[in-house]
């Protein structure tokens, strides 16, 4: 080859070089993530509870609730985040972007069912911030906005609806519906709300001001522990989400006559109890026909009335819960236990009533967002694998109006919504590591906006 021919060609090598490594982005400083550091403020949000340490109770809108979100803005303000509230509660810390393109959203939940741990939901907030953070310090400059989301009322514990905060925002809930929500005391969400200082006038008004408008998010992205047991007995640092199964929740009730225990012989009886028993039996049976692991049916709540000793049941109360990933099979056991249902009320002699709570789709993770999340592990040298939730969460419906996806990172025993509920501080620091990463590719950098798509 000739001299001159030789030169260019190495030149031409070198240019090419130096204009893939320009296409990269440089690596992220992430060494200002700790996880003892984010493990002392999940411990003390969780001192703001209705039941002492190590339980935490904080139903929506209560004092605690108020605390929690106050310390909330606290860190989001520490964070260097604008802070905002919409009309349903919901609170944004925004770093702001070079563009005004849609917003990269990451969010959980600061509410907790009675007697729950400290983690769950309240990793993916806490975790966010301290995301953010981090990519603030290693001077990172998003092309989008990154939006960090305290989502208002994930769990159904006082209105009776899980995830009106989400609903809310995407247009999956109706002012028929939030008017026929109350808590035990007769108290409407708006009446609670505006007690807070979240409220509207009317719910109507409410969802109006919470809807969030067409394209405003680009991707959604949860952090939360995976509430099950998988990772930790692979011994694996992440999961990558594939696919969220969703309940279809509904309230059963069963009346009989009653009578005294000992008056009322066994001939003559229809015993709600008893059908009460029977249907739940059905539920197990029906789930396990579906021949699949991610089938699963709980009977969660049963209520007996008079419920005395020397009564027979004249009223039972019970509330279903059934999952999967396949909404075609989950339908499939839902109709299997309701006509199981008039099959034993029918039996036992007794009236039925069946009113359904939800019965929401489940989800197939982005492809887009899990890809982002693999690549974080990767680049983190973090141990992964795909799995799906069999749990509900917040991002079941951000995926209606973004691309959206989890990391889940592991908890002792599969353990959750009970006071010892845990997860390391290693895990937690991996786990904010590689939610900073992800946000950082989907957001791409203000200093590379050509290689904003990740």
């Avoid at 008056?263 to 009886?269: G, I, T």
Wanted: glycine share 10%; proline share 5%; net charge negative.
């Amino acid at each position: 080859m000739p001299r001159q021919t030789y030169l260019c060609a190495v030149v031409t090598f070198v240019a090419c070089l130096v204009l893939m490594q320009a296409g990269r982005a440089t690596p992220l400083d992430l060494s200002s993530i700790s996880g003892p550091a984010i493990v002392k403020q999940l411990m003390h949000l969780a001192t703001f509870s209705d039941d002492p340490n190590p339980a935490v109770t904080r139903l929506i809108f209560t004092p605690n609730d108020m605390e929690a979100r106050r310390y909330v803005r606290v860190l989001m303000r520490d964070a260097g985040l604008s802070i905002r509230e919409d009309p349903m509660g919901n609170i944004y810390g925004r770093m702001a972007g070079s563009s005004s393109t849609g917003a990269v959203v990451t969010g959980s939940h600061t509410d907790a069912i009675p007697l729950a741990g400290a983690y769950d939901g309240t990793l993916g907030v806490i975790g966010a911030i301290a995301a953010l953070k981090a990519l603030r310090a290693a001077g990172f400059r998003p092309e989008r906005p990154i939006d960090t989301l305290m989502f208002t009322s994930e769990e159904p514990t006082r209105f009776g609806l899980g995830c009106i905060g989400s609903r809310g925002m995407v247009g999956a809930l109706s002012a028929k519906t939030l008017d026929a929500k109350v808590d035990i005391n007769g108290t409407t969400f708006k009446d609670a709300s505006a007690r807070v200082g979240s409220g509207g006038s009317s719910h109507e008004a409410i969802l109006a001001g919470t809807r969030v408008p067409d394209g405003a998010v680009s991707a959604f992205v949860e952090l939360h522990i995976e509430q099950g047991p998988l990772l930790e007995k692979e011994g694996l640092q992440l999961g990558i989400v594939s696919a969220i199964a969703a309940p279809a929740a509904f309230r059963v009730s069963l009346s009989g006559d009653g009578g005294h225990a000992g008056a009322l012989l066994m001939p003559d009886r229809n015993d709600a109890g008893l059908a009460a028993a029977e249907v739940a039996l059905a539920v197990e049976e029906a789930t396990l026909a579906a021949g699949a692991i991610d089938a699963v049916g709980t009977t969660g709540y049963v209520q007996l009335g008079p419920n005395t000793m020397n009564s027979v049941p004249r009223e039972a109360r019970l509330e279903i819960d059934i999952r999967d990933i396949d909404a075609a099979r989950r339908d499939a056991t839902v109709e299997k236990v309701l006509k199981s249902i008039e099959r034993i009320a029918e039996k036992r002699k007794v009236r039925h009533r069946v009113e359904v709570i939800n019965q929401d789709p489940p989800v197939t993770c982005s492809q887009k967002v899990t890809a982002a999340a693999t690549e974080a592990a990767e680049e983190l040298g973090a141990s992964h694998k795909s799995l799906v939730s069999r749990a509900y969460h917040d991002t079941l419906f951000m995926s209606q109006i973004a691309p959206a996806g989890m990391i889940f990172i592991p908890c002792r025993n599969g353990w959750s919504h009970r006071p010892d509920e845990f997860a390391s501080a290693e895990n937690i620091e991996m786990g904010v590591k590689a939610l900073a990463l992800t946000l950082a590719k989907l957001a791409g950098s203000a200093e590379n906006e050509s290689h904003s798509e990740l």
